[in-house]
């Protein structure tokens, strides 16, 4: 079992900055988060990926936010973060970190992350 707990949201102009963090524990197998992911939601629309990382290193993000956002973990702190900067208003939804043992997941969107925090939000004017 993985339980996934976010902070750091909240409300910021455009164009600022903030870093979302999510803690990680593992009870069991610990490749249960082998793949870990940044994802969010707007109301009414599909949640998407914006930002996965594996544990070889591989790191992926989606298009709009390439070269504003950083994925980063902290093994020692079980700790997995996101930097957002220069924030768009196009950027307010609810940010969501997940886990999955498959690490090949990242964002291929073949298949559902089997962990899931509770979600915080952004809001971005």
């Known amino acids: 079992q993985v339980q996934l707990v976010e902070s750091g949201g909240g409300s910021v102009q455009a164009g600022g900055s903030l870093t979302l963090s999510c803690v990680v524990s593992?009870?069991?197998?610990?490749?249960?988060?082998?793949?870990m992911g940044w994802f969010r939601q707007v109301p009414g629309k599909e949640r998407e990926g914006i930002a996965a990382?594996?544990?070889?290193?591989?790191?992926v993000y989606k298009d709009s936010v390439k070269g504003r956002f950083t994925i980063s973990q902290d093994n020692a702190k079980r700790t997995l973060y996101l930097q957002m900067d220069d924030l768009k208003p196009e950027d307010t939804a609810v940010y969501y970190c997940?886990?999955?043992?498959?690490?090949?997941?990242?964002?291929?969107?073949?298949?559902?992350?089997?962990?899931w925090g509770q979600g915080t939000q952004v809001t971005v004017s």
């Open positions: 990382i594996n544990s070889d290193g591989k790191i």
């Open positions: 997940a886990a999955d043992p498959r690490r090949w997941l990242l964002l291929t969107g073949d298949y559902e992350y089997s962990y």
């Open positions: 593992v009870s069991g197998y610990s490749g249960n988060k082998d793949c």
